[in-house]
């Protein structure tokens, strides 16, 4: 089956920096990934759709200036967390599109101190 | 209203019981859906796709019900290894996966 990875798998870091996240599909090219996130104990909430080569599509209440996304080949779409503070600490996961189904990286734990 | 709801439990069944889920969405234009299993600290992996004419996997069922606007996932003979959390996903025609917020199943000895 499809194999999407992200890297890294768990990141700590202070209030104010900033945290790259990448998810790359790995046998598969993919013209869409989604980035999602999942607070404890909740659903996984899509942050934005990212399209390969074009803006990636936030979803309502998703800042884009905030968590900046990069979709510059078929294999790789990064989410940058910018100053980032501890309420932004979540599970954040991504999925690659193929048609009527996605495969789902193993997601990154961040947490802001 | 919630577009995607599901009970969240936790369903607390001992092993070898049989335990169902419902799920209701309210996007009428919903094209596809499934179900995805999440255990904890993990990501979501499909379990099954759910099709019109219903489903089954082994001891899992799924069934839609489009005039009602639920999927339902039936679990037979539960182990021990089925424990962990069920979301049922619906796919708008834009390929957006909108998720429930899971249900927890505990399966006991």
């Known amino acids: 089956g499809a194999v999407v990875s992200q890297h890294p798998s768990w990141v700590i870091c202070k209030s104010g920096t900033s945290v790259k996240i990448e998810c790359r599909s790995l046998?598969?090219?993919?013209?869409?990934m989604f980035w999602y996130r999942q607070f404890p104990k909740q659903s996984l909430m899509l942050m934005a759709t990212s399209n390969e080569g074009s803006k990636a599509t936030y979803e309502q209440g998703v800042e884009k200036d905030k968590f900046l996304i990069n979709h510059a080949s078929l294999t790789l779409s990064t989410l940058t967390v910018t100053s980032a503070h501890p309420e932004d600490s979540s599970f954040y996961i991504c999925?690659?599109?193929?048609?009527?189904?996605?495969?789902f990286g193993p997601g990154t734990r961040l947490t802001v101190l | 209203r919630k577009e995607v709801e599901q009970d969240p439990g936790p369903f607390n069944v001992p092993e070898g019981a049989t335990v169902a889920f419902n799920c209701t969405y309210s996007n009428s234009a919903s094209q596809s859906f499934f179900w995805y299993r999440q255990d904890c600290r993990k990501e979501p992996k499909l379990l099954m796709s759910v099709y019109s004419s219903g489903n089954e996997d082994g001891r899992f069922t799924a069934q839609l019900n489009r005039a009602s606007q639920y999927i339902s996932l039936l679990i037979r003979d539960s182990k021990l290894s089925d424990s962990a959390t069920y979301l049922c996903?619906?796919?708008?025609?834009?390929?957006?996966?909108?998720f429930g917020t899971g249900t927890r199943l505990q399966v006991f000895p």
């Open positions: 999925s690659a599109g193929v048609p009527d189904t996605q495969y």
């Open positions: 996903a619906v796919n708008e025609a834009t390929d957006k996966l909108i």
């Open positions: 046998d598969f090219q993919a013209t869409t």
